[in-house]
């Protein structure tokens, strides 16, 4: 069964086998205020996890997102090049990119340790 | 309101000449281009038109203008009187040196006053920005490591508070950007830095006061810890209106800096005019400024100096000269008493500002501000919805130009409130009454403050909509 995970710097992940799709937390979207573009990783791209992989930019700036987990880029959610308000729309279920990941970052919590980390 | 374009009328003129009685001549179709699409109207229109758009713009010289970090205090209208006399604007930058003595004497004597107030030892005047600037100080600072032999001082750190130039200059410079946490004192964080420095540090750029108008304390330790690891120190000179006769860069320890002239020391900006961002060095730099410096020869006389070492020319002649002598009139005017007042006053404004409204808009507790403070509207939209934004949109309708909005990014719901020493005491009594009426309004009636400004020709912009789908053309 997939797992979430979420991270600090307000990444969740969605775990299933050695498979994972990553995107942006409800309080991240809030804090960002309306995204006006999402700059994918390339297919293939090797990731490390808490290093910064990609990023977005909202109406108030430009922000980086941490990968979860070490690996590479399986897949990318196309769809949010021409419509990043999907991300702010439905954050839990727009995902961003999916990965192929050898191990998870040490930093990663559960969904109650992350609600009680953003209070 | 229609654009210029849109009010033209093929074959409207400003002006028409008589026919004339000397022979003249068509300039051949080949060299000529119709399709430029120049506006043609009547002087009337030309003049209409310019002055409606003049009375839609709000500058310092409409009213209160507390934009945070940018330092938009009045220009005295006498920096302009000065820039304008015939000997400074009938000249042309090719001009024999010997024909335009007085003009590089003015940009001498700025320097001069400019390395007293900082501390440093040479400058270079040229860059047109502090951008520009900023891009020259590490392009100084890598010919500097280079000289010495040291390729591998590649990284450059800045604090998670800078400004968003600081991390741009560094990249377009060819540095690579590692980020400073700050601490609880919202300072630099000493021990995240002590493991940060090494022998890849090119410099550590760093505001003092900080974007959250707090004096770095630590600035001593930071220098040590980043010249020990053979890194330089980068001074951001974005807030120097806090400290000017008080503390001096140069004395802090910083070995390059650079300075808005247009901010600190009164010229026109923020669509006013140009900005001017001189760079100011510690003397083992100085080999490297771009061309050319001004020398004073010992008959007094000012010359071009190039030097062999220079990392070249960063910009076209001699920078913005007008800016200069603005600046120099300013500085002139107030003399060395008169700037340490200034900034005096400016520290003194924010925290009479900060005082009035700290009990409804949070900020940083326990220590006075320095020029400029940063507010955090989170619980208000937690308790009412109403954000940073609305707050700063209904600011307009009461004729006054919004804070800084959403910077420094480790602050939410952030206002960077700076009201410059310019301002009177009824000024800022006018400014708390309004930001506390408005904080009342958001608890009674939020709704209000969504629909503001309605003063306005367009209320609010959808900025999200204009940033995915850009119109740029007509």
């Not at chain 1, 922000?63 to 419509?83: K, Q, Y």
């Not at chain 2, 939410?412 to 006018?430: G, R, V």
Request: overall charge negative; hydrophobic content about 40%; proline content about 5%.
């Amino acid at each position: 069964m997939a797992k979430l995970m979420f991270t600090k710097t307000h990444e969740w992940i969605l775990v299933d086998g050695q498979k994972g799709k990553i995107g942006l937390s409800d309080y991240a979207q809030k804090q960002l205020g309306d995204l006006v573009f999402i700059e994918l990783p390339a297919l293939g791209a090797k990731v490390a996890a808490g290093r910064a992989f990609m990023n977005v930019e909202s109406v108030k700036a430009v922000s980086e997102l941490n990968c979860p987990a070490t690996g590479f880029v399986l897949a990318v959610n196309n769809d949010l090049e021409a419509a990043p308000e999907k991300v702010n729309q439905d954050p839990m279920g727009a995902w961003i990119v999916e990965i192929e990941f050898e191990s998870l970052c040490d930093c990663l919590m559960s969904e109650d340790d992350y609600k009680k980390l953003i209070g | 309101m229609e654009t210029i374009f849109e009010k033209s009328k093929k074959g409207k003129r400003c002006s028409s000449i008589k026919p004339l009685r000397v022979p003249t001549h068509t300039i051949k179709n080949k060299y000529t281009r119709g399709d430029l699409n120049l506006p043609e109207v009547a002087e009337i229109d030309l003049v209409r038109h310019y002055t409606a758009l003049s009375n839609r713009a709000f500058g310092v010289d409409t009213g209160f203008y507390p934009l945070g970090s940018c330092t938009m205090k009045y220009n005295p209208k006498l920096n302009d009187e000065a820039a304008n006399l015939p000997g400074f604007t009938q000249i042309h930058p090719s001009q024999e040196v010997e024909t335009v003595q007085g003009c590089m004497e003015a940009m001498y004597m700025l320097s001069e006053q400019l390395m007293e107030i900082t501390g440093m030892d040479g400058i270079s005047l040229q860059p047109s920005s502090g951008a520009h600037g900023e891009y020259l100080g590490l392009l100084l600072i890598d010919a500097y490591h280079k000289s010495r032999k040291q390729t591998g001082r590649t990284k450059i750190l800045i604090p998670d508070s800078a400004h968003g130039t600081n991390p741009a200059s560094a990249a377009m410079a060819g540095f690579e950007v590692v980020v400073v946490p700050s601490n609880a004192d919202k300072g630099v964080d000493i021990d995240a830095l002590k493991a940060l420095v090494g022998n890849d540090t090119a410099a550590l750029m760093l505001t003092n006061p900080t974007t959250l108008g707090l004096f770095e304390k630590n600035i001593k330790e930071i220098g040590k810890i980043v010249h020990d690891a053979g890194g330089l120190l980068y001074y951001d000179g974005a807030n120097l209106n806090a400290i000017m006769g008080i503390a001096r860069p140069g004395d802090m320890g910083f070995d390059v800096i650079h300075l808005n002239i247009h901010k600190t020391f009164s010229t026109p900006h923020g669509g006013g005019g140009p900005g001017s961002g001189p760079v100011g060095v510690k003397t083992a730099l100085f080999p490297f400024l771009p061309n050319p410096s001004i020398i004073k020869t010992k008959r007094s006389e000012f010359e071009f100096k190039f030097l062999e070492s220079s990392i070249g020319k960063i910009g076209a002649y001699y920078g913005n000269f007008g800016v200069y002598i603005k600046a120099l009139a300013y500085i002139l005017t107030l003399g060395g008493d008169g700037l340490k007042e200034s900034s005096v006053m400016a520290v003194t404004n924010a925290n009479y500002l900060k005082k009035g409204i700290a009990d409804l808009y949070p900020t940083e507790k326990g220590r006075h501000c320095m020029h400029e403070f940063v507010v955090s509207l989170e619980d208000l939209k937690a308790k009412t919805g109403v954000s940073a934004m609305d707050i700063a949109k209904a600011m307009i309708d009461r004729g006054m130009h919004p804070p800084t909005m959403y910077f420094p990014l480790i602050v939410h719901e952030a206002l960077m409130i700076e009201p410059t020493e310019t301002e009177s005491k009824d000024t800022l009594d006018n400014a708390i009454k309004v930001l506390r009426e408005l904080y009342e309004l958001a608890l009674s009636n939020p709704q209000a403050l969504k629909n503001a400004p309605a003063t306005t020709v367009i209320s609010r912009p959808d900025e999200a909509l204009a940033a995915r789908q850009p119109k740029v053309r007509g």
